[in-house]
């Protein structure tokens, strides 16, 4: 079941990146969400590189809140740290994950942290 589920996302995935390119200006923010964990990144696919990451592994998240007050946790840092990077304006790229609980509260708190998107 896990193998099918896995396929139905990347090839949601791999259709919403037809749609979505990163660039310097406007990064891309490429969600990954886990069973424990939930991993974002901000891309810049022109260059080919990573701007900035956060994780809910980190030691500056919470870890006595559930999964959904996590995400925004990282949302917001992921803010913070675009914020030094000089990022104002991002994409956001779902993953092929619904825009739903865990993956909403990561844009939600992203955006309560000053990205426009």
Do not use: W
């Not at 896995?6 to 200006?25: C, F, Q, S, V, Y």
């Not at 990451?53 to 559930?66: F, P």
């Not at 030094?84 to 619904?98: I, P, T």
């Not at 955006?111 to 998107?117: A, I, K």
């Amino acid at each position: 079941m896990k193998f099918l589920k896995e396929n139905r996302r990347r090839r949601i995935h791999m259709r919403i990146r037809t749609k979505i390119r990163g660039t310097a200006d406007r990064p891309r923010i490429c969600v990954f969400r886990s069973n424990l964990q939930i991993y974002c990144q901000l891309i810049d696919d022109a260059a080919g590189h990573t701007i900035a990451s956060a994780s809910s592994r980190e030691s500056g998240i919470d870890k006595s809140v559930n999964k959904s007050e996590q995400a925004r946790q990282v949302g917001r840092l992921l803010a913070q740290r675009a914020k030094d990077a000089r990022v104002e304006n991002a994409l956001f790229d779902r993953g092929g994950y619904l825009y739903h609980g865990r993956v909403k509260a990561l844009a939600e708190g992203a955006r309560e942290g000053g990205l426009q998107f």
